[in-house]
């Protein structure tokens, strides 16, 4: 994945504001390259965040992950990393800037709306990790 695309995943608790969150997205200049709904496993919710196996809520978080669907995407866009953390704020949706995705729908600092890759290189292994293999991608 080149330095143009970043990965994001519409987490459980927001997923009935999907068309909304699609369109903050679209509407932030992000080309939508892949799409699609899915439902982790408790053990694919394991694999995707195993970096942050060690950490105290590494157990509730692959819980809540796997507890219904989930969209995952491939986002493009100019600096498309920075400029879609941007756009979704801070992990903690209480300290998330006024406007940003999670400000707006998330419910929890776990339960916070969305995702998105925080380097070139982990939107390459998470956008493969959901799309490797796939015509779109
Ligand atoms: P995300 O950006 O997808 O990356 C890791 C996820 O772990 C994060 O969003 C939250 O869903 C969750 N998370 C991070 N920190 C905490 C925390 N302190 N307590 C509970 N969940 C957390």
Redesign the pocket.
């Known amino acids: 994945m080149a330095n143009n695309r970043t990965f994001t ?1 519409i ?1 459980p608790d927001a997923v009935n504001n999907a068309g909304a969150i699609l369109k903050m997205i679209q509407e932030a200049g992000f080309r939508i390259v892949a799409l699609k709904q899915t439902r982790l496993t408790a053990e694919q919710a394991g694999q995707f ?1 195993a970096v ?1 196996a060690e ?3 590494y157990k ?2 692959v819980s ?1 992950m796997s507890s219904g669907l989930i969209f995952p995407a491939i986002l493009e866009k100019d600096n498309a990393v920075a400029d879609f953390r941007k756009l979704i704020g801070a ?2 949706p209480a300290q998330a800037e006024e406007g940003t995705i999670r400000k707006i729908f998330a419910q ?5 709306a969305i ?2 890759s ?1 380097s070139d290189e982990n939107a390459a292994i998470e956008g493969a990790f959901f799309f490797a293999g796939t015509e779109q991608y």
């Open positions: 995943m987490k965040y942050h950490r105290p809520f509730d978080l809540y992990t903690n929890s600092i776990e339960a916070n995702h998105g925080d």
